[in-house]
């Protein structure tokens, strides 16, 4: 049994002291598979301080976690979330069974069982398509925000008898009222960013009309009437940072300052880089010092890093960070992430020019190649190859490069090759040749021409990234192939296709 010991000593003197609560995780036929876990720190769900573990070979995890007030514990098994309650020295054992369609999580031991297993079966994602689907259902916004608020009291219904009736107590209660209308709230914001796409601002144009601006800025308030995304205590939860994203995005950064006659001009093409941010700056322009604005600045230097596109800027608005907040509960999360940019620029720097016909071999005359077929008939006879779909802007992709090193030391066994198809954007190339550097990619490489990345939709790849195929003399032994964290599996799965072909 492994156990993992988290200890968190970020609390103030007068503060009561932490009690060790212990999170018994048990998933059926999850032996040894990586699972996801973000703790509850100071009663908040914590999305930055996340880490990846392994269940051991009877698919268990245990977690002991040093806690001060209780809060909500998640974790991500499959691409699924799971949600705990839990208290201070409590003990948790949870049961993960994605099989049983009735009881996917078993509360086996812990507080307030049926409101525990009842929060697990909320539907908490795709608000961008529920917004959507209310709008062209009907455009008027206040007919959508009626129905929005029926469904919030209907889904709180159960936790309110629960609540009245001591089954869940009154930080519980409250939590998943927050989980709830946080995402609630974001539908509206959704659906409301539909209606006003075809404001006009500018009292000079043609179809300005101030009322409807008007009656835009009492829309958005409406939506603040549910979630205040302006109260430090939403951000408890995580289907706040959504919800704050669309806020800060639609609300913040375009309609108040144009609706109060501000960057009424057409304005420059932004890019990703300058999104990233100009975003950071404005959240310190709109909230005020303190907690909050804390907690969001960290949050978004923590996004910003997310991406893994190791931006030259992260540094500069890190060091913003530390000097404004020098004591933040969220230094320590955010410090790893922030060596590794000043690492790749390092490397970078060191290793501006690499061997291209070395181990980062670039098919020669890219430029000409037309389709799929003809760039493993003509550069790869008579070879089995893993092809590696992949992008710069692809956090996944990057994601598996932390395997590289036993797949290349599996495919110079088996005398396989290893081709890197990239689909980035040919202002990318630069990007591109320093992540190929950066993650030590081994092995052959090729950017798609507009011609090849055609061919590979004709041959419903799809394109979304990462994918992974299996050719053998040309012809395509599976196009769905297992990832290189797989490890083993994906090994033997390709010496089985080999030898079936």
Not at 301 to 308: E, L, T
Not at 476 to 486: F, G, K, Q, V, Y
Request: glycine share 4%; proline share 4%.
């Amino acid at each position: 049994m492994r156990v993992v010991f988290l200890f968190f000593l970020l609390f103030l003197a007068w503060e009561l002291p932490a009690q060790t609560s212990r999170i018994r995780i048990t998933v059926a036929g999850g032996s040894e598979k990586p699972i996801l876990i973000v703790p509850s720190v100071e009663g908040r769900t914590l999305w930055i301080a996340h880490w990846i573990d392994t269940l051991d070979n009877q698919g268990q995890l245990i977690i002991d976690q040093a806690l001060t007030s209780p809060g909500l514990f998640a974790f991500n098994y499959e691409y699924k979330l799971y949600r705990l309650y839990i208290k201070p020295g409590e003990e948790v054992d949870v049961l993960i069974d994605k099989n049983n369609q009735e009881r996917p999580m078993t509360l086996r031991a812990g507080s307030f069982p049926e409101a525990q297993e009842a929060m697990n079966r909320l539907e908490l994602g795709g608000a961008e398509q529920k917004g959507d689907r209310y709008y062209s259902a009907d455009p008027v916004f206040e007919h959508t925000r009626q129905q929005v608020l029926e469904e919030v009291e209907r889904q709180l219904a159960p936790f309110d008898e629960w609540h009245r009736s001591q089954q869940m107590d009154a930080d519980f209660y409250e939590s998943v009222q927050l989980l709830v209308k946080n995402h609630y709230a974001e539908i509206l914001c959704h659906a409301l960013i539909n209606e006003i796409s075809s404001l006009v601002y500018h009292p000079d144009s043609s179809g300005y009309k101030p009322e409807r601006i008007d009656q835009a800025r009492k829309n958005w308030e409406s939506i603040f009437a549910l979630v205040d995304y302006r109260d430090v205590r939403s951000t408890w939860f995580y289907t706040y940072e959504r919800y704050h994203h669309l806020v800060q995005d639609s609300y913040v950064d375009s309609f108040l300052p144009k609706s109060e006659g501000r960057n009424l001009s057409p304005g420059i093409k932004k890019t990703l880089e300058y999104y990233f941010q100009s975003r950071y700056w404005l959240i310190k322009e709109h909230h005020p010092d303190g907690p909050h604005q804390e907690y969001l600045l960290a949050s978004w230097i923590h996004h910003i890093n997310s991406q893994q596109r190791f931006y030259d800027f992260i540094p500069n608005v890190y060091t913003d960070f530390t000097s404004r907040y020098p004591n933040s509960m969220y230094i320590p999360y955010l410090k790893s992430g922030v060596d590794e940019v000043i690492a790749f620029h390092r490397k970078v720097q060191l290793e501006k020019e690499f061997d291209k016909s070395g181990d980062y071999r670039f098919v020669s005359n890219s430029e000409t190649i037309a389709d799929f077929d003809e760039l493993m008939m003509k550069h790869f006879p008579d070879q089995t190859v893993y092809v590696d779909l992949w992008a710069t802007w692809c956090v996944p992709c990057k994601e598996e490069f932390r395997f590289s090193d036993q797949l290349h030391q599996y495919a110079a066994s088996r005398g396989i090759s290893v081709l890197y198809i990239s689909i980035d954007k040919d202002g990318d190339e630069k990007t591109w040749e320093e992540m190929i550097s950066y993650y030590d990619l081994k092995g052959y490489h090729i950017r798609a021409t507009a011609s090849l990345l055609a061919d590979l939709r004709n041959k419903r790849f799809s394109l979304t990234v990462p994918r992974y195929i299996l050719v053998k003399n040309g012809k395509i032994l599976l196009d769905e192939m297992m990832r290189p964290s797989a490890g083993k599996e994906l090994y033997e799965q390709i010496d089985k296709l080999v030898s079936i072909d």
